[in-house]
């Protein structure tokens, strides 16, 4: 048993309820009690205890959208132009898988535990990132991804899915859970889709998928026109019709509960009630969206519709870097339209609770029961806890517990 605490004690509820001097007092299995630092020292006399000065506590975070095995584009994809950069990762995706991607993948878990945190969503295209990110101490949600809109190997594509989940069931722990991604309505063949969705329902699996993320994409699943149409005849020699509307895409998915949608950018109020009756949630990555599509997802409209809004940062594919806190920071200078501290208070919860709400995890808030995982960061001098400090001013985390043990 141990107990830490700090000037603030941010538990990331609902409320937003903050505990000035407040202390925790934990396990490796959970939260024991959440009571003023004081009044802990005094009740547990002999127990291990550390307060942070000028510091807040705060639920280790969650990167709900990440793509290890680009880690090591700097410089080589196209920006600026959806196009333009899903051109440029065909043409270089052999180039950025070879080389020394191991450590690049490890420095990009670096990143992320250097930015508070805890807790990743991994799409995996290809496996490579399965040994690094299962022995990480980051807990980890593993997205076996399946693409591929070639009927004639079809088949082919489903067993090197299949047989890449079986690999990553291999590591399945309380910190590693294997579970399934499908890589978008515009590269994925309706039957491999069919499939998948079957799978992932037999193995009762979290579920993620890219949508609606471009304007190209709207295009294509509208019209069967645009640049996919250009993209098919360039890259796979073949004359295709969009193998799915946004609607038939979107019914596709409603069996399942609590789907991860990564982007929808061009999504409208018509997508966002059915993501609602779904209860998914919509993770949203700014900078890649600033990076690829010149634009910012509207996070009220988000809100408005009930839906969770949970925050990624996309590969360094899409990013210079994969800090969470950077990404924070961007976006609170991108939605300039909102009240700064009410923004801050927004962001804060998308990468704690709102990754976490309505799942079995029980992370993302400080409270009783819930798992030991805690990022503590330096704030300035200040007498009142605002969510804004925090993402201004930390540049990195001070410390992060992951199940009640120090991991940096
Ligand atoms: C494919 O593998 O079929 C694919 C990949 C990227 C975009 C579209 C299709
Ligand atoms: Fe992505």
Redesign the pocket.
Known sequence: MRIIGADFVALCNAEFDVLKQGGICFDTNGILEIAPYMQLRQKYKNVEAQFYDSCVITPSFANM???LEFSQNDGILHFGDFGKWLDSVIEKREVLMSGDLQSAMQAGINACLKSGVGFVGA?SSNGLDLEVLANAPLRVLYFNEAIGSNVQILDVLYQNFQARFKESQSKASARFIPAVAVHSPYSVHSKLLQKVLEFAKENNTPLSV?FL?SCAEKEWLMQSSGYFSAFYEKFFNAKLKSFFSVDSFLDAFSDFKGVYF??CLEAGSKEFAKIFRMQGKIIT?PK?NRLLNNKFLDINCIEQNGIPLCI?T??K??NDTLSLLDELRIALFAYADMPLEVLARKLLLSVTRNAFVDTSLPLGELKCGNWADFAVFKLPKVEEFLAQHLILYAKEAQQLLIQGKEVL
């Open positions: 959208h990440l793509h799409i890219h993320e990564t982007h990555c890649s990624g996309d590969g594919s899409s």
